[in-house]
């Protein structure tokens, strides 16, 4: 009998309105357009202003997307694996309240916390369930509201995150395509270079913790480019060489999108020209565990019926890992 792989069979995204330019960085912090586009390949960011509205609002209408793309009944989704850093709240889980405002009454659901490589740890996940046909339909979401846990006086990281969500559904399929093979990596001694301080278990929300401004992003911008520089660039490779393939066989690279200088060295390193590069980094920036099913959004419609794809992240953990896949539609 031939295997039954997880194909993605539909793709959602959802960007906020409000764009922060580095037009307007330039007026908060000491900062250039110039500065920001060479080192980072950052043009703007999409910010989600609505004080009432979180990562659960964002992803629902990725979902809704797909649910509207599919015609699919909302009571017909099995799981929903919701990737994010920045949770509506430290519980319950995101997955559950994306779950309640699409109307997902009979899927279970529940977070995974892997930083920029959250969406492809869930992808991996998500295909564990349905490979082995214990669900059939499964919602793969990938978002992060970075605004909320940035700290708009540090210029080191508030000039590269945005907010954003994207989402695919994930069914089975007995063709030849889907999601191939995947390596996944994570070592916690990375921790010390990229963390939130306080707001768990270790440094409970206090005053001195507000005050201290620990409820930020903490990040080592240099000591985290380095790893990330050689981490995104190992896995992409030691996948190909797992699968028999060469940067020639593969039609487009999906990297995270944390820095162009990462993509660039990640696609030198495979051997990819840029036009087989998904890149939209300079629309919104980091997005965290939003950044590749975001670029899967927008070039969907590139996109042709067994193209072979790379995916490729690094990020707080430290985490890091590629997904090889063949597109299904
Ligand atoms: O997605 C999750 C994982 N995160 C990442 O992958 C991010 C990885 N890191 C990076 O992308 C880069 O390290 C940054 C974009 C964060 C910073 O770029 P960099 O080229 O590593 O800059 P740097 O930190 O080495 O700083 C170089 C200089 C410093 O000045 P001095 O000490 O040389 O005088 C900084 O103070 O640039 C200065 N600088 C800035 N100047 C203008 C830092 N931020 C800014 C800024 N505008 N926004």
Redesign the pocket.
Known sequence: MSKLRAAITSVGGYVPEDKLTNADLEKI????DE??TT??GIKERRILRDPNKASSDMAAEAVKEILAKKQLDPLDIDCIICATVTPDMIFPATANLIGDKVGAKNAYGFDISA??SGFLYALNLGTSLIESGRNKKVIVVGVDKMSAIVDYTD???C??FGDGAGAVLLEPTPEDVGIMDSILYSDGSGAKH?HMKAGGSLRPASIETVAAKEHFIY?E??H??KF?VTGMADVSQELLEKNDLTGDDIDWLVP?Q??L??IDATRERINLPREKVMINIHNYG?T?AGTIPLCLWDYEKKLKKGDKLVLAA???GFTWGAIYLKWAY
Do not use: E, P, S
């Open positions: 912090i000491d900062t250039t500065w920001i080192r980072t930083a920029c210029r080191t990281t000039i590269i990229l990040q911008g240099k985290v480019f990330a995270h944390a820095n200088r990462i980091n965290t690094f990020g707080g």
